[in-house]
């Protein structure tokens, strides 16, 4: 599985930019994509999540409302779209694949540990930088 991000760059704040994540070699019928985001001197934490089954969401608390992940009919490639980007927004982004999702998508927001040991694929990901 490969997974290749783009669409990061500079921003300002309250702007908007979309990432993609371009996906090859998934062969499940049934899997979950995902994106985190790593800020300088920060742990990786997880963003959103897509369910390839049903299109359902889960977003982490601080970007509920201005992030909105999809997918085209193909379910590939998987969109970020970010709008009203914060300062606090800034970092590398990443697309991740989790190949055996949980039932319930949103199962992934009950900790981000448990969410990032999930993904089993991951890009290498695309730099967000929101400037005031």
């Known amino acids: 599985v490969q997974l290749v991000e783009s669409g990061g760059g500079l921003v300002q704040t309250g702007g908007s930019l979309r990432l993609s994540c371009a996906a090859s070699?998934?062969?499940?019928?049934?899997?979950?994509m995902c994106w985190f985001r790593q800020a300088s001197g920060q742990e990786r934490e997880g963003v959103s999540c897509?369910?390839?089954?049903?299109?359902?969401?889960v977003y982490m608390d601080s970007v509920k409302g201005r992030f909105t992940a999809s997918t085209d009919n193909a379910k590939h490639p998987v969109y970020l779209q970010m709008s009203s980007l914060r300062l606090e927004d800034t970092a590398a982004y990443y697309c991740?694949?989790?190949?055996?999702?949980?039932?319930?998508?949103?199962?992934?927001?009950?900790?981000?540990?448990?969410?990032?040991?999930?993904?089993?694929?991951w890009g290498k990901g695309t730099l967000v930088t929101v400037s005031s």
């Open positions: 991740a694949v989790d190949m055996e999702p949980p039932n319930q998508i949103q199962y992934y927001g009950l900790s981000q540990r448990t969410w990032m040991e999930a993904m089993d694929f």
């Open positions: 897509i369910s390839s089954h049903d299109g359902t969401t």
């Open positions: 070699g998934i062969t499940f019928a049934d899997y979950a």
